[in-house]
């Protein structure tokens, strides 16, 4: 018998950002005491939850973008910035109008940190 386990996969599209992002010193001198620590809780938060629809109820708001950034999401870092993915579910898990399902989204993929106000 086989145990199915649900967590949350977490892909990166940059392997360099992966990289940093494994390395604690590397992460602290490239982003900063605080960002890095942000990055570093975010990044638990998505590996301990199964589904998308788990970070709607923990700190940190995670939310749907808009316009140029539509099928993206962000999780708020320390103010401005925002770490940025994407569903990465092959086929894509979304609802009957085109959004999210964040039910079954069961894959996330790491895009960057960016400032989206900017």
Do not use: Y
């Not at 001198?29 to 938060?45: H, P, T, V, W, Y």
């Not at 973008?65 to 993206?72: A, F, I, M, N, P």
């Not at 999401?73 to 770490?83: E, G, I, Q």
């Amino acid at each position: 018998m086989q145990m199915r386990v649900d967590i949350l996969i977490i892909l990166f599209e940059d392997p360099d950002f992966r990289d940093e992002c494994n390395n604690e010193k590397l992460l602290k001198r490239r982003q900063g005491e605080l960002r890095a620590k942000k990055i570093r809780q975010r990044l638990d938060n998505l590996r301990a939850a199964n589904t998308l629809s788990a970070m709607k109820s923990l700190p940190g708001r995670c939310h749907e973008l808009k316009g140029d950034h539509h099928g993206q999401l962000s999780l708020d870092l320390d103010h401005p910035w925002r770490l940025i993915f994407t569903p990465a579910d092959v086929p894509p898990a979304l609802k009957g109008d085109g959004g999210i399902d964040w039910e079954n989204v069961r894959a996330v993929k790491i895009l960057r940190i960016e400032d989206t106000h900017d």
